[in-house]
């Protein structure tokens, strides 16, 4: 009885997690929708860089005092290491610390914003309404997403279909925390916490050249993006929880 009461109480959950998802397209372009957006997005946001946060915080304690980490830990921490794409990790090395450390690590809201809103149009593209994927990103299996009606011919790729806009950020957020290709991002950001300056969307952007067949052009779009929407004032919100 216990465990179909637990099933139950998640499947209303995830009903009304559902159930809460703006119809974008129902709201007004411009002012309206994007307060709408920002409204949605902004908490999922903030929520998952808390979760991010707080691993990363478990991860500087554990690399401090090393020859403490029980055997459960250990595992988890193995875990990480290969969530994090950081490959042959050891507990000696403090190379693998350095980069494990680098990828588990908050993202800024503005560039989070300016890339849902970029590659969705505001919540209001096909992938996104019928696949609830806001970041365009790619699934290589067939009938794991929804197959894009320009696809050139001889590619074989799809758009992923996600569960819920939740699942779509959190995919997002693990790509850019640990995907080669973004190697650059993550470089910038550990740079900038280095040198103790502030995390921002436009600064990590650069590192964005492999997110988009227009690569610099992309870049400099999404930088617009922020400035003119004001979405670094979004990235307080994470400030206090890095």
């Not at 020859?67 to 988890?76: E, K």
């Not at 299996?141 to 050139?152: A, F, M, S």
């Amino acid at each position: 009885m216990a465990i179909i009461i637990v099933s139950i109480g998640i499947f209303i959950v995830f009903w009304f997690s559902w159930q809460r998802t703006p119809d974008f397209e129902q709201y007004a372009a411009g002012i309206e929708r994007k307060t709408q957006f920002f409204n949605y997005f902004l908490p999922l946001i903030v929520q998952k860089n808390k979760e991010i946060a707080a691993t990363r915080k478990t991860l500087q304690k554990w690399n401090e005092s090393r020859n403490n980490i029980g055997w459960w830990d250990s595992r988890t921490l193995y875990d990480l290491a290969k969530q994090y794409r950081v490959s042959n990790f050891s507990i000696e090395d403090d190379a693998a610390w350095i980069k494990l450390l680098l990828n588990v690590d908050v993202l800024p809201p503005s560039l989070v914003l300016a890339q849902a809103a970029n590659e969705s149009a505001w919540g209001t593209s096909r992938f996104a309404k019928l696949g609830n994927n806001y970041f365009g990103q790619w699934c290589f299996e067939q009938g794991c997403g929804l197959v894009p009606k320009k696809r050139d011919s001889g590619k074989a790729h799809e758009v992923a279909a996600f569960n819920s806009p939740q699942e779509s950020l959190e995919s997002y957020m693990q790509n850019l925390n640990s995907h080669p290709a973004y190697q650059s991002l993550r470089n910038i950001r550990g740079q900038l916490r280095k040198d103790k300056q502030p995390v921002s969307g436009i600064a990590l952007a650069a590192g964005l050249t492999s997110y988009s067949e227009r690569g610099a052009q992309y870049i400099e779009e999404l930088g617009e993006m922020i400035k003119f929407n004001k979405l670094e004032k979004y990235d307080q919100a994470v400030s206090g929880i890095e």
